[in-house]
């Protein structure tokens, strides 16, 4: 019987295997049948490749996602920036405050470390 630590090693080694064939340029089909010489059952290599796709594509979300936020941000710190300016500018004591946009993007980029501890 293999040790957990053994078990976890060979299946972080298959899923570099998936992403290094994936890389390559190798189809599905082929991915999977390198996988199953490794002696293991099909439907797990493709449960293997569809969690290396799922990878891919969580990355690529964190980027957008921390992006948005960051762009939300800058966004909203302009235009409370530039609110304040325009109620200075007329003399008055009252200007709108506009804190949703700045929490839109701290949720993003909340959600996008989510996303990249996954």
Known sequence: ??????????????HKMAKNL?????????????????GIEPTYAQMI????????SDRRNFWKLLFGGLFFIGGGIAINYYSYKIAENFHSNIFYLFWGVIVAGVLLIIKAFTLFRK
């Open 49 to 56: 490749l569809d969690n290396v796709y799922r990878d891919i």
């Open 1 to 14: 019987m293999s040790s957990p630590a053994d078990t976890s090693e060979k299946i972080n080694s298959l």
């Open 22 to 38: 994936l890389k390559q340029g190798k189809s599905n089909d082929q991915i999977i049948t390198q996988l199953a010489e490794q």
